[in-house]
């Protein structure tokens, strides 16, 4: 087996499970470990049949989430299902996500709640260059999938952040922060229920983008479906503003919820409502400001330090309360 030392992370009942959802006559030939993730380990396992290759004559890539964080654990029965369930229901409808081969949502089999997905081409692009063209192509696609309608919905959304929970960073302008506090002191909006992602923004979507033509980007998966939710199409749309506007500058999250509209999706007619659910979701953001840059830093943007993503989430918060408030 390739890349021993990543083997030896992925524990041997695992591998014993993972080898018993193979094509007979496969096996194990490489484990890679895929970066990103704030909640899971990621691997890439490279399949082969027993002389090297697929019965094809080739090799294939599976993904294997397993949660090994104690914290992790305690939610990964309900997260392992929701993922399970959600990928079973995307399955032929065109949105680009992985196909399920297996779960063990209880670690009944594995040393390690797990799920067993296709792998999917592509990689996670979180650089500045070519943003002009990512995110028109992120809208697009979130109204796709905004646009499903299961026969059985998904739980509805939770959202916990609350007033008192929020934490301002510091040096934040004080006056925005406070009247950001008091829009989600109020009761939620109504709003009509969509499929959604609930995690989606920049890291969880995979891009094609040809080296001599960033302008030919295109989409080629969507992952991490663990927290899909029945919900507003305006929280979707709000996280993945957040996402952008920590990632980018402000200007970027703002324009997120144009490019969506742009595409032909459907936000809160009010613009109060419409800040409540953006400021919600940059709010939540504050709490866990360390575990959001953390990845991002990992993947290549060294300039996005704690710090630096802070002072960004108080730009993007003060921009909304200035253009919406």
């Known amino acids: 087996m390739a890349n021993n ?46 002389d090297g290759g697929t019965q094809d004559g080739g090799t294939r890539d599976l993904v294997l989430r397993s949660f090994v964080d104690p914290f992790s654990a305690g939610h990964a029965e309900d997260w392992l299902n929701r993922e399970a369930c959600a990928l079973a229901l995307l399955e032929g409808t065109g949105v680009p996500a992985p196909r399920l081969v297996a779960v063990d949502p209880t670690a009944a089999h594995c040393e390690y709640p797990s799920l067993l997905m296709t792998h999917l081409a592509g990689r996670t692009v979180l650089d500045d260059e070519g943003v002009e063209t990512r995110v028109p192509l992120l809208a697009r696609q979130l109204v796709a999938i905004h646009a499903l309608r299961p026969a059985e919905r998904p739980r509805e959304y939770v959202a916990l952040t609350t007033a008192d929970t929020v934490v301002t960073p510091e040096g934040a302008d004080a006056a925005a922060w406070a ?19 609930r995690d989606f923004q920049p890291g969880n979507v995979l891009f094609d983008v040809p080296p001599s033509n960033p302008a030919g980007a295109r989409i080629t998966g969507v992952v991490d479906w663990a927290a899909t939710s029945w919900g507003p199409a305006d929280l979707d749309v709000a996280h993945c503003s957040t996402n952008l506007a920590l990632l980018h500058g402000p200007a970027w999250g703002l324009r997120f919820a144009e490019a969506y509209e742009e595409a032909g999706g459907v936000l809160a007619a009010a613009a109060s409502e419409r800040l409540y659910w953006r400021v919600r979701d940059a709010l939540a953001c504050s709490e866990e400001v360390q575990l959001v840059a953390r990845p991002w830093r990992e993947a290549g943007r060294t300039e996005l330090t704690t710090r630096a993503v802070e002072e960004r989430l108080d730009a993007y918060v003060t921009a909304l309360m200035d253009t919406l408030g």
């Open 5 to 50: 030392d990543e083997a030896a992370a992925v524990r041997p009942l695992t591998l014993a499970w993972v080898g018993r959802h193979l094509e007979a006559g496969e096996r194990i030939v490489g484990i890679e470990a895929l970066h990103g993730g704030i909640t899971a380990d990621m691997r890439r396992l490279t399949i082969g049949a027993r």
């Open 179 to 197: 009247a950001a506090i008091d829009v989600i002191r109020r009761p939620a909006p109504p709003y009509e229920g969509r499929f959604l992602h």
